[in-house]
């Protein structure tokens, strides 16, 4: 493993992930919150740019493509949880997260099924979009447990309710494809 600034950056993140949590383990709120909220948005971040800079600089690497979807899932997994558990279990969020860890499961498995084949299975531009749909809906639901604002909290529950959907229409897609490497080979 090479420490370039891509790694570092996806470790950072990995690393920020749980920060998000135990903030609420050893911080009061709204203090709790808005580190929460420092946290997952500058983790957010560093998940665009690590790609980024690996790609434009050449520091593309085996470490990074394996730890950076983990990362990735661990800050939403956790941000999700952190987001339940304040909410008191708000059934209107319960819905869309679950929704989200459905898929980041499902997908995970099917990638690690397919082992060599999981190449095949590209990320969308649509993927994207939902990535980026969930991480600001994370952001806003997170700031909105600091802030205390109805009309904050309503659009960061509208945003996750659309980031559940493109979290299924995306999920869809990826068992679309995957399906000719899971045909059952005929026994002899």
């Given at each position: 493993m090479r420490w370039t600034l891509p790694n570092i950056l996806t470790v950072l993140r990995l690393v920020a992930a749980?920060?998000?949590?135990?903030?609420?383990?050893?911080l009061p709120r709204p203090l709790a919150d808005w580190i929460a909220?420092?946290?997952?948005v500058g983790a957010s971040l560093t998940d665009f740019l690590d790609g980024w800079i690996a790609r434009a600089w050449g520091q593309q690497s085996r470490f990074g493509a394996m730890l950076d979807p983990i990362a990735d899932k661990a800050m939403v997994v956790i941000a999700l949880a952190v987001i339940l558990g304040t909410s008191g279990m708000d059934p209107w969020l319960i819905v869309p997260a679950t929704a989200i860890f459905l898929r980041e499961v499902?997908?995970?498995?099917?990638?690690e099924f397919l082992g060599k084949d999981a190449s095949k299975l590209s990320v969308t531009k649509l993927a994207k979009w939902k990535t980026?749909?969930?991480?600001?809906?994370?952001?806003?639901?997170?700031?909105?447990?600091?802030?205390?604002?109805?009309?904050?909290?309503?659009?960061g529950a509208l945003l996750l309710w659309l980031a559940g959907l493109l979290t299924l229409v995306?999920?869809?897609?990826?068992?679309?494809?995957?399906?000719?490497?899971?045909?059952?080979e005929p026994r002899p």
């Open positions: 749980p920060g998000a949590a135990l903030a609420f383990a050893f909220f420092g946290l997952f499902f997908v995970s498995g099917l990638r980026t749909v969930q991480m600001v809906a994370i952001a806003i639901l997170l700031a909105a447990g600091g802030m205390h604002l109805r009309a904050v909290d309503l659009t995306t999920g869809w897609d990826y068992l679309w494809k995957a399906l000719p490497y899971l045909k059952e």
